[in-house]
């Protein structure tokens, strides 16, 4: 079975954590996104970034930046629409697995059980629920999903991700409950240091 592609959401605003690249914090001797990069690069082909705009932030990755078509940060979704888009005109067909830069604790075998949920039934977005919390920046969507996507963003100036998800064909995964959650996002300075303190604890 082909990999799918794989696109990290490491553009937008980090008002909450007082810097304008949150990627780039430090978490545990390294920058947040290295550890989301080190979890998902083995799952997907290829890896890429979703940016704002062209930016030499991230060359240390050696990854393909996708800059949002659309200017002024509009949310998730632009930057879903960018890289469907960017895969579109490079031919590739093997779907998009989307998550966010700020997950330390994502799962290494996300895209294969996202995979497995999905099977035959390509006409459907796969996403993943935790503890019955729909997840939709955890989610794979097929490269036929782009025209919707681009409707969504650019006909209806949409920016989150669950209106239009829950909107198509869609298959939920509940996954197993877990500490820490695995799909814990780092949002404040607080999480920070709770990220910090599990990565301890597994290290001790």
């Known amino acids: ?10 553009g937008g605003r980090s008002s909450r954590m007082g810097v304008s690249r949150k990627a780039l914090l430090e978490l545990h001797g390294q920058p947040l996104l290295k550890h989301v990069v080190d979890r998902i690069q083995p799952q997907v082909e290829p890896l890429l970034l979703s940016c704002e705009s062209e930016t030499a932030d991230f060359e240390a990755y050696g990854l393909p930046i996708v800059p949002d078509l659309l200017p002024d940060y509009r949310g998730p979704l632009t930057g879903l629409y960018s890289a469907l888009q960017y895969l579109a005109d490079r031919g590739r ?11 330390p604790f994502i ?19 796969v996403a993943i629920s935790y503890r019955d919390i729909l997840q939709p920046t955890f989610s ?11 409707q969504a963003v650019v006909g209806e ?7 239009l998800l829950t909107s198509l064909p869609h298959k ?21 240091k709770s990220a910090a303190q599990w990565l301890d604890r597994s290290h001790t």
């Open 157 to 163: 100036g949409r920016g989150g991700l669950k209106h």
């Open 140 to 150: 794979l969507w097929q490269n036929h999903h782009l025209h919707a996507v681009r």
């Open 172 to 192: 939920v995964v509940e996954w197993a409950s877990g500490e820490p959650s695995p799909f814990f996002n780092v949002n404040t300075p607080e999480d920070l």
């Open 107 to 125: 799962p290494d075998n996300v895209v294969q059980v996202l995979l497995e949920a999905c099977g035959d039934e390509k006409t459907k977005v």
């Open 1 to 10: 079975m082909a990999k799918p592609a794989g696109v990290i959401l490491a």
């Open 93 to 103: 067909d093997d779907g998009l697995f989307l998550c966010p830069c700020d997950a």
